[in-house]
């Protein structure tokens, strides 16, 4: 096994960005951002291969387009701590002017953004097209998605599921965070999602489960196979089961804290269990 120790450093600094970034403006989105930490410190350190130079075109490179844009303190702590904007922005999240927004935008110009996020069931439709142009073009990189569980609830989502199977967009790999919880509640309360399995098959893609979907061993071994599925005629989904809050012991398992930020006390308390590896900004 290769060693990760540097990616859970990393995992711990990126928390620490995620609570201080939504705690400096008293709003954001916590739960979600914690939760798909170690997925998003992996795909980027580890798996994709990626210029932090940044050119919006992405030729010969492996691309990563956020749906869930709602997530964005875990977005844009992960891009910065790869080299795609100075760490200290992050100090400006959310405040006006900035070009860290609440939910990712591309007029602002922010680099490793590639389209606007936050209205929910888009993102795979644009990675969709955007693999069938690798493909054309002769480009073999890969294309990854991050979808949140409750965006399956968006109808435009198995239009593109079923789009991209019937068209063999085998260079795409989306990865859904099934974490059982969306704003009013847990997925099975406000709308149950059934077998996502047996759905994604059915639709035609081939599916990978990672049960341990906050540890970092587990999720670039499920990266690693998916990349090693892909290319034979299907598009690959990962169904990654985490833990909403993961990292911030009172805010784990519980819908309640998908967007609202802690007050100072609680911020101390997430910090105190979260180490500072790589320096705050």
Not at 58 to 87: C, M, Q, T
Not at 156 to 184: F, H, P, R
Not at 252 to 260: L, N, P, Q
Request: proline share 3%.
């Amino acid at each position: 096994m290769a060693d990760t120790q540097h990616l859970k450093d990393l995992v711990s600094q990126v928390r620490r960005d995620i609570v201080r970034q939504v705690h400096a403006v008293s709003s954001g989105h916590p739960g979600g951002s914690l939760g798909c930490t170690e997925f998003l410190v992996t795909l980027y350190n580890e798996v994709m291969d990626h210029d932090p130079k940044f050119d919006m075109d992405g030729k010969n490179e492996d691309l990563f387009f956020l749906s869930n844009g709602h997530i964005s303190p875990v977005f844009y702590s992960v891009l910065a701590r790869a080299g795609y904007f100075p760490v200290a922005e992050l100090s400006t999240f959310r405040k006006l002017n900035t070009r860290l927004q609440g939910h990712p935008t591309t007029h602002e110009g922010l680099p490793g953004v590639r389209i606007a996020s936050g209205s929910l069931g888009q993102g795979m439709s644009v990675a969709i097209g955007t693999a069938q142009v690798k493909k054309l073009n002769g480009d073999s990189k890969m294309v990854y998605t991050l979808h949140g569980d409750g965006e399956l609830q968006e109808g435009q989502i198995w239009e593109a599921a079923m789009y991209a199977a019937a068209n063999k967009v085998d260079n795409l790999i989306s990865t859904i965070d099934v974490n059982g919880q969306q704003i009013d509640g847990s997925t099975e309360q406000v709308l149950a999602l059934g077998d996502l399995r047996n759905k994604f098959e059915a639709f035609g893609w081939d599916v990978i489960t990672v049960n341990k979907g906050n540890d970092v061993d587990a999720i670039l071994n499920g990266l690693h196979e998916a990349k090693e599925r892909s290319g034979k005629g299907k598009p690959v989904c990962i169904l990654l089961h985490t833990e909403m809050g993961n990292g911030v012991d009172f805010m784990m398992g519980s819908h309640a804290w998908h967007g609202i930020a802690p007050n100072d006390e609680q911020l101390a308390e997430a910090l105190s269990q979260n180490p500072e590896t790589l320096g705050d900004y």
